[in-house]
């Protein structure tokens, strides 16, 4: 007995001949590689499908010099930092059972190869070509920005170099520390560092849930910083009771910029 063709079926034999001709159109004897017809066709739905191109990120998102904020017309001091060491005399396993927060410290400034230690740490450039860091980052976006604040200064670290960026002279630990409910390890220790995030670095790949990737690697960073600072014998400790507008004013930071986390590093007492 005739039954009719399943219309699904005679759609389906149709539509594979069409899209085979539309992606991949017949060169003379040229092979058609069905792997590649399936990412081209998965490419053109989600360029139709109104979703952004994920591999069409915006060059300043993955640009750190490029800070979208009220310091682009401020003249700043450039500062070389020394090159970070790649063996230190303290394991891993050691700075992972001595890292403990503290929070009294001596006041004792700390040089220049322990702040490039501790900042490499936290935001380095570990692979040149690619730019890629000592924190891992989702899309390898970098949405953290990393401050610090000293006594003689405010600065912003560049990874790409492995320099400071200073733009003020002015001691701002005390306003940190009141934006901060008052927390004196704030005023005491040697260097505060600020790790503040661009949420649409990520946002813009991943929407709402590139939120808490956001977060995820503002942890990451701070551990990196905390372990650091054990393995150089430094105290520090994360802080994160503070006002946001509070600490955005006393540093003037611009409006993308929202902290994350203060954290006081130096000699303990």
Known sequence: MYKKPCKHLSFTLLIVPVLILTFFPLNGCGKIN?????????????????????KQTPKNFKNDEMLNNS??????EEIMLPDPKLKGIISLEEALKNRRSVREFSGKDLGLDDISQIL?????ITESKLGFRTAPSAGALYPIEVFVVKSDGFFHYTPNGHKLEKFGSENLKQKLMEASLFQESISTASIVIIVTAIYERTTVKYGERGIRYVHLEAGHVCQNILLQAAALQLGAVPIGAFSDDEVRKALNLPTDHKPLYIIPVGYSK
């Open 120 to 124: 490499w740490a936290a935001q380095g």
């Open 34 to 54: 069905i792997k590649d017809m399936l990412v081209k066709i998965q490419d053109q739905s989600a360029n139709t499908s109104g979703k952004k191109d994920n």
């Open 71 to 76: 310091y682009k017309d401020t003249k700043s």
